[in-house]
């Protein structure tokens, strides 16, 4: 499944769904984290990016645990989303 991250707009695609704008605060990214990257391709395989361009990108290996701070934020959006739809079609808007 394919993940990124960009923090500095909250930023958070999972499997090609995109939510913009979540508050990313409480998930502990590191200050100098540009983006994340999980490959749909490669299992296990993914990089974080920083900001500064005197650092090489990071490969990991398993999703850090900030990476998963920002997933439960997506699915919080997620099921938001899909309440306010089940909502709007119960009132017929």
Same mark, same amino acid.
């Given at each position: 499944?394919?993940?990124?991250?960009?923090?500095?707009?909250? /930023?958070?695609?999972?499997?090609?769904?995109?939510?913009?704008?979540?508050?990313?605060?409480?998930?502990?990214?590191?200050?100098?984290?540009?983006?994340?990257?999980?490959?749909?391709?490669?299992?296990?395989?993914?990089?974080?990016?920083?900001?500064?361009?005197?650092?090489?990108?990071?490969?990991? /290996?398993?999703?850090?645990?900030?990476?998963?701070?920002?997933?439960?934020?997506?699915?919080?959006?997620?099921?938001?989303?899909?309440?306010?739809?089940?909502?709007?079609?119960? /009132?017929?808007?």
């Amino acid at each position: 499944m394919r993940i990124i991250i960009i923090p500095v707009d909250g /930023t958070v695609n999972k499997a090609g769904r995109v939510y913009i704008g979540l508050d990313l605060i409480s998930c502990g990214i590191p200050a100098d984290v540009h983006a994340f990257q999980w490959e749909e391709n490669e299992p296990n395989k993914g990089h974080i990016e920083f900001k500064s361009p005197l650092i090489q990108n990071q490969d990991v /290996t398993e999703l850090p645990d900030w990476v998963n701070a920002c997933l439960v934020k997506w699915d919080e959006a997620k099921a938001a989303e899909e309440a306010a739809k089940q909502a709007a079609q119960q /009132t017929g808007q």
